[in-house]
């Protein structure tokens, strides 16, 4: 299957939440004057990924938008068909959407769907799109779409019936286990998390800020399990070896040198999110610093 050339090495952020969307619109710009070709923007209980998708593409030339990633109980099968074809129709080839099923506590909590049968729906919902009429000027054909994807389940559906998968929060061991599931040709794009502090508690102190929420999540926890982590390492904010093994943090040598192990295990594309101190600080000045010594 088809799928866009993301680039080496994209950006991916929930920061762009944290601002107004003018603000929004200038820093996708400043993302796109660093040199990455890909945008990766999340869907939790911000704003709407595909308002926001809209108004980034506008405001930049080059730069691609990839939602990582569109929750499928938020939209019915149609809707999420169409308006990929109505980017796509917009923005040629500038749009990735990517799909996942999310987490029972958003499902289930906040959004009152029932999260019983995730991969189930997953199925169902990928007939849907598939078989959606779409009566607009836009493609034929739907363009690519990649899953969210950590277990081995949803690896082989991401591979047999979409462009490939974007793991969120692994390790390199996980991408080359994914690698292996879904055999050569389908897109394999990780997300790395890094800080660029060289003080080790200092670094690990800012990695468990952000890992704190995904650590709540059974589903990553599930998939560290799979992996070798125990219980040990996945309480109280995550071992240091955990840390170590999920955030790239030292030099932007330390996070080339985590860029490159992802792309050796398989890896096609790697989208760096950068943490800051807190969930909501921008880091402009990282993203121009990486750009400039990674592209």
Not at 231 to 236: I, L, N, S, T
Not at 266 to 290: F, K, M, N, Y
Request: glycine letters at 10%.
């Amino acid at each position: 299957m088809a799928t866009l050339d993301l680039g080496r090495i994209g950006i991916w952020t929930a920061v762009l939440d944290a601002v107004p969307s003018t603000e929004a619109r200038r820093l996708a710009g400043v993302i796109e004057e660093a040199g990455f070709e890909t945008l990766w923007i999340p869907e939790t209980i911000g704003r709407d990924p595909f308002v926001s998708a809209t108004l980034l593409l506008s405001s930049t030339s080059t730069l691609r938008l990839a939602t990582g990633i569109a929750n499928i109980y938020a939209r019915d099968a149609v809707t999420m068909a169409n308006t990929q074809r109505s980017l796509e129709e917009a923005f040629p080839g500038r749009f990735l959407l990517g799909l996942g099923v999310s987490h029972h506590h958003l499902v289930d909590h906040i959004r009152h769907h029932d999260y019983s049968k995730p991969y189930s729906h997953m199925v169902g919902y990928l007939d849907g799109m598939d078989s959606s009429l779409f009566m607009a000027v836009g493609p034929s054909e739907r363009p690519p779409t990649v899953l969210a994807a950590l277990g081995p389940k949803m690896l082989r559906l991401a591979g047999e019936r979409t462009a490939g998968a974007h793991p969120y929060f692994v390790p390199v061991e996980h991408t080359a286990q994914a690698r292996e599931i879904l055999g050569d040709g389908p897109l394999l794009a990780p997300e790395q998390m890094v800080v660029l502090e060289t003080d080790p508690a200092r670094a690990r102190e800012v990695a468990r800020g952000a890992m704190a929420i995904y650590l709540g999540a059974p589903n990553y926890v599930n998939n560290l399990k799979r992996l070798g982590f125990t219980d040990e390492d996945v309480a109280g904010g995550g071992s240091d070896a955990l840390v170590d093994a999920i955030v790239a943090w030292g030099t932007i040598d330390d996070v080339r040198a985590r860029v490159d192990a992802h792309v050796a295990a398989g890896a096609d594309h790697v989208c760096i999110q950068v943490l800051g101190a807190s969930l909501t600080d921008v880091p402009e000045a990282a993203w121009r610093d990486l750009g400039a010594a990674l592209l």
